[in-house]
């Protein structure tokens, strides 16, 4: 079935035949990202650093303490899709501001819950708080809609390493939080979550005003323009099945890597609470976590782009390996090596989920971009669900040092798989060659 082309609205018509204003919005777009993650990184973190502890002061129970990272990465599933579709259908600025929109209300239920000693507020707040989560990661979309091949890696990066700036703030003001939460007759633990709500709410006000024109609208009519002045002759020989090789690994690589970090980051809380450890450890154990999430990412995402998706997704494994194993054997009073241990963590996961989001966009065109990179972050955040869920199972029937080693094995898969996408994709390169 033919599909009509869509009309063009008057300012995105201007961009299309126009290289010149096509980099300054991608410039425009990047900055306006920047802006908003600085806002959405501190937002995630409360439900990081705090989430288990607060369900397990409120249930009363170690067993129960992965709950709140599989409801916030159910909720956060659920809004990738939503989000996704609301972008592929009317742009990133409405898709991204309601994200953001949603996810401050969640904190703010949060806060009541705690106040009201609600479990079933809670528990729901958690999942729509969720959406802030997801938000804060589809974000980095955006700014690659208008970013060359040469950039995409790059361009992930600046967004995510923008994160750190509120991703380490939020976990290191806890305390501080915590005390203006009790000046205000609400329980310390739900301090962070009052940062959350404004920072979300914020960054949600900041798309929806600034990101004009749309970066996916823009991409969207460019392709469309193009389309028509294609020949047959000019396209890849099997191009779906390349797109759909890309879109495997790149989901694979990201899956096993939100897995194994979701879990070992969900229980290091209570594994530290258990030996000692105050709430201002667990935050600079976590802040430092975060921090190393984010901040290498603009390295990253140019060794990315020199080097290649495979090489650093392979060193993804490899990093995240090591991480386990750190973690599985550290003293359990030693801070220094708990903070080595996931700081490791967040590079690895750093590697793998930058290395998959570029090879994602490599292989989704705009037409169907937004809705594609949705419906992966589903399953990224259901395999973090599954892993928050099953780590406190875990720890609560084994060890801290079991949940590690399982990570790691975990961890080990992605090279494997790596390998294997590259013999294929060799293969199929093959064949194209003999086929001409």
Known sequence: MKHEPQPIDNPIRAYIDSPDMQRQLYKRSLLIVVISQIFGGAGLAAGVTVGALLAQDMLGTDSFAGIPAALLTLGSAMAALLVGRLSQR????????????????????????????????????????????????????????????????????????????????????VDVMGRFAMSLGVPALAGPFLLSAAAFILAGLVFLIFLRPDPLMVAKAITQAQSHQSTLKDRPANPQKMNNRGLIVGTTVMILTQIVMIAIMTMTPIHMKHHGHGLGDVGLVIGIHIGFMYFPSLMTG???????????????????????????????????????????????????????????VDATEPATRAKTQGTIDVLIALAGASGGALSGVVVAHSSYATLSFAGGGLALLLIPVV??????????????????
């Open 302 to 360: 140019i060794l990315i782009d020199k080097i290649g998706r495979t090489a650093m997704s392979i060193a993804s494994g490899a990093v995240l390996l090591i991480a386990a194993t750190v973690a599985a054997l550290a003293p359990a009073d030693s801070i220094l090596v708990l903070i080595i241990a996931l700081a490791l963590l967040g590079l690895g996961w750093n590697f793998g989920l930058i290395s998959g989001t570029a090879l994602i």
């Open 90 to 173: 009317s742009g990133r600025r409405l898709g991204l501001a309601a994200g953001f929109l949603a996810g401050g209300l969640g904190a703010v239920g949060v806060v009541l819950a705690a106040v009201n000693q609600s479990i079933g507020l809670l528990f729901v707040s958690l999942v729509i708080y969720g959406a802030g989560t997801a938000t804060n990661l589809q974000a980095r979309y955006a700014g690659t809609d208008l970013a060359k091949p040469t950039q995409r890696a790059t361009a992930v990066s600046i967004a995510m390493v923008s994160t750190t700036f509120g991703a380490v703030a939020g976990p290191n003001l």
């Open 419 to 436: 390998i294997w996408s590259r013999k294929k994709q060799k293969t199929s390169a093959s064949d194209t060659i003999s086929m001409s």
